[in-house]
T-cell receptor, first 115, second 114 residues
Framework: AQKVTQAQTEISVVEKEDVTLDCVYETRDTTYYLFWYKQPPSGELVFLIRRNSFDEQNEISGRYSWNFQKSTSSFNFTITASQVVDSAVYFCALSAYNQGGKLIFGQGTELSVKP | KAGVTQTPRYLIKTRGQQVTLSCSPISGHRSVSWYQQTPGQGLQFLFEYFSETQRNKGNFPGRFSGRQFSNSRSEMNVSTLELGDSALYLC?????????????FGPGTRLTVL
């Protein structure tokens, strides 16, 4: 069975702090994809990144970076120099082999960035 | 390019009624998936459609159904509404049904059942 765990329910930081959101996944498949989405108060899920199981290279996009480690089944997300606009709920998701578009989501981490 | 659109954005129904939600995918996207989001259960997969065929279905009762039209637009229907059906219903579109295709979500339809 596939499962995604985001152990941090809520995180509160002060603006300009760095923050890491943890994501641990479970799957028996060797081919799978991992995603991060951001859900601001408006409710729409915003796609942030997709990573396949064969690509363990870390990725950086502006203030965002992702660390994928198959050895620990983790796909962590770091925001550097956080800003108030980063306040949202962040979801990690898994798409397993031969499951098509079915995404399995973690419970989400609510990030609050205070000025 | 326009994003995923969902109508209506808000809906209030009473128990026992039925409801139909609509989703228009991004132009060129042929796969549409539906998710239910509640505070207690989080985001749960309902079903996925590609080329007018349901390819995958989540663990929901038969009261939840959907369909896809030839232009890739999709509708989902919930019959005999229950209080527990109150949720944010999110539609996502992708180019195709492959697991690696990025899914792009619409703003959702917030359904309240009284």
């Amino acid at each position: 069975a596939q499962k995604v765990t985001q152990a941090q329910t809520e995180i509160s930081v002060v603006e300009k702090e760095d923050v890491t959101l943890d994501c641990v996944y479970e799957t028996r498949d060797t081919t799978y994809y991992l995603f991060w989405y951001k859900q601001p108060p408006s409710g729409e899920l915003v796609f942030l990144i997709r990573r396949n199981s064969f690509d363990e290279q870390n990725e950086i996009s502006g203030r965002y970076s992702w660390n994928f480690q198959k050895s620990t089944s983790s796909f962590n997300f770091t925001i550097t120099a956080s800003q108030v606009v980063d306040s949202a709920v962040y979801f990690c998701a898994l798409s397993a082999y031969n499951q098509g578009g079915k995404l399995i989501f973690g419970q989400g981490t609510e990030l609050s960035v205070k000025p | 390019k326009a994003g995923v659109t969902q109508t209506p954005r808000y809906l209030i129904k009473t128990r026992g009624q039925q409801v139909t939600l609509s989703c228009s995918p991004i132009s060129g996207h042929r796969s549409v998936s539906w998710y239910q989001q509640t505070p207690g259960q989080g985001l749960q997969f309902l079903f996925e459609y590609f080329s007018e065929t349901q390819r995958n279905k989540g663990n929901f009762p038969g009261r939840f159904s959907g369909r896809q039209f030839s232009n890739s637009r999709s509708e989902m229907n919930v019959s005999t509404l229950e209080l527990g059906d109150s949720a944010l219903y999110l539609c996502a579109s992708s180019l195709g049904p492959q697991e690696g295709d990025g899914q792009y979500f619409g703003p959702g339809t917030r359904l309240t059942v009284l």
